[in-house]
């Protein structure tokens, strides 16, 4: 399966980027692994892109539509120089966030000499830092040479499902839950810190079969990560999920699904009922609903959205179920029905109604 990455459109969008210009840098609140409240900076890096996409690709990946196939590691130095010129060496910043479109220690994506800058360079500024990687990266010999380098930071890993069947067939995502098992022993081994990625309804899913499995893969993986991010999908532009929404075969996620998931999941958290910071709390979860209210975004009927994501929000900080309370729209009776048509009927591809384009339409699309 290929996502449409080679069309016209995408290689002059492709060619136009600066390879000496880094694709964003901001800044944001974040909390250190200690709990404690810090400015953290995020460097998107302009690269060549992930191995997987250049072979395959997940279905839900637009990260191809920040990539050039030309950078070098000349031009990587010289983006992160200017992110670091642009924070003042990162004076005011506690944690550094290193995204590369793919994953920050392979080598065919990313020069060996520019992954030693950027680990060096953030051990010497005594940042936390955090990288993103696939599993088959993660082999020993890899982080005994990462961690000579930098003693401590934190991989993040787009696992998006722990489920087999899953990772083949609605993600595409070329790993098994074998290899992020054996990913999770090794950075155990070498004391790295471990954040999880999760996806919130794949492609090619009900509502309801997303919710079951998004409150059965936090309990999964919550014991052996430090943190779970549980994406919400949001459509990207050119991939295959991009596809099935101009189609009118996929929805976004409702909000409601995710605050229920939240309270589903909340116990595996919080075995004793606590919050963020509690002796009991098993690892920090955090959702982040990327265009929330949006129609490419998880969302809700258009009114109660600004109010369910700030709570959402709020939860990811404070880990307090409380942040629910008094949430109500009428849209929610309209989402708890799409559930329990979808337990009740043979409906595999669900049955929600997005809010995108006119009903009509979308009724004579079907
Ligand atoms: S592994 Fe990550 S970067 Fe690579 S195609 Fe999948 S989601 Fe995109
Ligand atoms: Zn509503």
């Not at 392979?106 to 599993?135: A, M, W």
């Not at 004793?272 to 609903?289: K, W």
């Not at 309370?325 to 708890?336: F, K, Q, V």
């Not at 409906?347 to 995108?356: E, V």
């Amino acid at each position: 399966m290929k996502a449409p990455a080679n069309t016209p459109w995408a290689k002059e969008r492709q060619q136009s980027w600066d390879a000496n210009k880094p694709a964003t840098v901001y800044v944001t609140p974040e909390t250190l692994p200690d709990g404690i409240p810090c400015s953290a900076v995020t460097v998107i890096l302009r690269t060549k892109g992930c191995h997987w996409w250049w072979s395959s690709g997940c279905t839900f990946c637009g990260y191809f539509n920040d990539t050039r196939d030309d950078v070098t590691s000349e031009n990587l130095h010289s983006q992160w120089e200017l992110a670091k010129q642009k924070y003042d060496n990162f004076a005011e910043q506690k944690m550094v966030k290193i995204y590369t479109s793919g994953s920050l220690l392979e080598d065919r994506e990313i020069p060996l000499d520019f992954q030693e800058t950027v680990l060096r360079d953030c051990y010497e500024l005594g940042k936390e830092l955090i990288v993103e990687s696939r599993c088959e990266q993660l082999t020993k010999e890899k982080l005994l040479w990462a961690t000579s380098i930098n003693p401590t930071f934190t991989v993040a890993i787009g696992l998006e499902a722990y489920d087999d069947e899953v990772l083949r067939f609605h993600i595409n995502k070329g790993f098994s839950t074998r290899a992020w098992d054996r990913a999770i022993e090794n950075l155990r081994n070498f004391n790295i810190r471990i954040k999880t990625y999760l996806m919130f309804k794949p492609p090619f899913m009900s509502e309801r079969d997303a919710l079951d499995h998004g409150v059965r893969w936090i309990k999964d993986v919550a014991e052996r990560s430090d943190e779970i991010s549980v994406n919400p999908m949001n459509i990207q532009r050119g991939t295959v999920i991009d596809r099935l929404h101009r189609n009118n075969e996929y929805r976004p996620p409702w909000l409601w699904s995710l605050v229920e998931m939240i309270k589903q999941a909340h116990p595996f958290i919080y075995p004793e009922g606590g919050v963020n910071g509690s002796p009991d709390q098993v690892c920090r979860l955090i959702i982040h609903p990327t265009a929330g209210g949006k129609i490419r975004g998880a969302h809700n009927c258009g009114s109660c959205d600004k109010f369910v994501v700030a709570a959402i929000e709020r939860y990811a900080v404070s880990g307090d179920l409380r942040e629910f309370e008094g949430l109500s729209c009428g849209c929610e009776s309209i989402w708890r029905e799409e559930l329990a048509l979808e337990s009740a009927l043979p409906l595999p591809l669900g049955i929600s109604q997005s809010r995108r384009g006119s009903r009509v339409e979308n009724l004579r699309s079907l």
